[in-house]
């Protein structure tokens, strides 16, 4: 971790020498190019805007010449072609030796140079009348930026600006960026102290998570606060910490898993007993009376009796009993394993209702059973018609052979969101809450004597509930005081 630490420092420092080093360079260097090319446009500039000066004294304009004067730092010298100051700023006004250039100028037009003693160094011209001219004072060193022409008004003008100020500007900055350094410097190495004591920390939980895994302990865990390499190999030690973890884990529960497995095949295999002996049970009583009947007419019982016809009403009854039985179990195994497919069409729910109850008026009339249904608003579903006839009778045969004495039987239309619900409710005893659940069962039965009524297998709710998980639509069942409701959902056509 010291040689990280150690990495740091040089490389920081270094950094920040450099970076140091690079700006005193550029200020000496290209500083002073980037100053003078800048000045050079506002020399310009502000001989454009002298140029369009109306007056011809410029004693209407003086404000603006001094303005540009403390505005620039600029000296001004306006003249004519003998000589005459239109305008000169302080500093030149007390340079005697341009005074007596001025005085000695030959009676010509044209823009003049600075008077002796000075040298021009270098000329750079602009246009015709005006250029740029870099002259060094011979007596006191001095060096300037001088612009020189004549304007429209056949004046001549000098636009002078020294470069001293530039080169102290240029000394004045290095020695700032000195005095500035050295704290920066300073900040660089207390940052890569607290930037490589960031970047050991999870090094070292890395490894404390590491060596703790080897010992099966996935407790350890890396505190990830980068989404950089580092945080990214933090973060894959945490993952594969996570996924030894649930590795070991499954290994450990492997013995209970399979027990599980061992019970619920148990379970599906006393299930399939079950299923064996109710089938059994159920046939066996049909096979019985099939048997003595066939039998009673093999040795002409029936014809001594004259009940031939009886006899064989008898076999076809408990043949039908059988077909339907047989015919239940094929359509539950159908539906749970998706061998049917769904024929779904568009139906107005209440004429469903009221069709299927029409059907059923004579065995209200005979067993005296008050119906009561309450249609709503017709409403049109999308579902399997024939299967949603299946549910509806099951329901409805479930309602009236368990109905009590009181003889009522509520059929109720709800609507929920995007579907619609059929509530088939009967008065009956009181169901415990636990027997709820086994009702779905097949061969299960609330009244514990099997009868000899058509439809009384107890397959119809294991219809229902193969015929509505397959359509993926709600159904279940719920107790009341008196009496019990089961209810089944159809889609509502259009509504999503």
């Not at 971790?1 to 700006?23: C, Y």
């Not at 007596?100 to 044209?110: D, I, M, Q, T, V």
């Not at 409805?396 to 368990?402: E, F, G, K, P, V």
Request: proline share 3%; aromatic share 10%.
């Amino acid at each position: 971790m010291n040689s990280i630490k150690k990495k740091l420092f040089f490389q920081i420092g270094s950094l920040a020498i450099i970076l140091i080093g690079f700006m005193v360079l550029a200020n000496t260097y290209l500083l002073q190019p980037y100053y003078i090319n800048k000045e050079k446009k506002q020399l310009y500039a502000y001989y454009k805007k002298i140029n369009n000066f109306s007056s011809a004294d410029y004693t209407d304009s003086l404000s603006d010449l001094i303005s540009i004067e403390d505005a620039s730092n600029i000296d001004i010298l306006i003249y004519n072609s003998e000589g005459d100051i239109q305008y000169a700023s302080k500093s030149y006004m007390k340079d005697k030796h341009l005074l007596e250039f001025l005085g000695s100028l030959p009676n010509k037009k044209g823009p003049k140079p600075p008077g002796p003693p000075v040298k021009i160094n270098h000329e750079e011209p602009i246009n015709d009348k005006v250029r740029y001219i870099w002259v060094a004072d011979l007596m006191s060193g001095g060096k300037s930026l001088v612009l020189t022409g004549q304007l429209d008004n056949d004046y001549n003008i000098d636009l002078r600006l020294p470069l001293m100020s530039i080169k102290k500007s240029i000394s004045l900055s290095n020695r700032f960026l000195l005095f500035t350094g050295i704290p920066l410097f300073l900040i660089g190495i207390i940052s890569a102290y607290f930037l490589s004591k960031s970047f050991t920390k999870p090094i070292l939980q890395m490894n404390k998570a590491t060596n703790s895994m080897k010992q099966l302990d996935f407790s350890t865990k890396c505190t990830v606060l980068s989404n950089d390499e580092i945080g990214q190999l933090a973060n894959s030690i945490n993952d594969m910490s996570i996924e030894l973890e649930k590795t070991i884990k499954s290994l450990n529960t492997s013995n209970i898993n399979l027990q599980q497995e061992i019970a619920e095949k148990t379970k599906i295999d006393e299930r399939r007993k079950q299923l064996l002996n109710n089938v059994s049970h159920e046939l066996k009583t049909p096979l019985s009376l099939m048997q003595g009947y066939a039998e009673g007419l093999k040795l002409n019982v029936a014809q001594k009796h004259n009940r031939t016809d009886f006899y064989c009403d008898v076999i076809v009854d408990e043949v039908k009993k059988m077909n339907q039985l047989v015919q239940n179990l094929l359509n539950i195994n159908q539906i749970e394993f998706g061998d049917t497919t769904p024929n779904n069409t568009t139906f107005e729910i209440v004429e469903f209702i009221e069709y299927i109850l029409k059907k059923y008026d004579h065995i209200f009339s005979e067993k005296d059973i008050n119906l009561q249904f309450n249609p709503i608003e017709h409403i049109s579903v999308y579902a399997d018609i024939l299967k949603a006839e299946q549910v509806l009778t099951n329901y409805l045969n479930n309602a009236i052979q368990y109905v009590d004495n009181h003889k009522d039987i509520r059929v109720t239309l709800l609507t929920k969101n995007k579907h619609v619900r059929i509530e088939i409710y009967n008065s009956c005893e009181t169901i415990d809450a636990d027997e709820l659940d086994k009702l779905w069962l097949s061969f299960y039965k609330r009244d514990k004597a099997r009868t000899r009524q058509p439809g009384s297998h107890g397959l119809g709710l294991s219809i229902v509930k193969a015929i509505q998980e397959a359509s993926n639509n709600d159904y279940g069942v719920r107790t009341t005081t008196n009496g019990i409701t089961f209810w089944f959902e159809l889609d509502i056509k259009g509504r999503e």
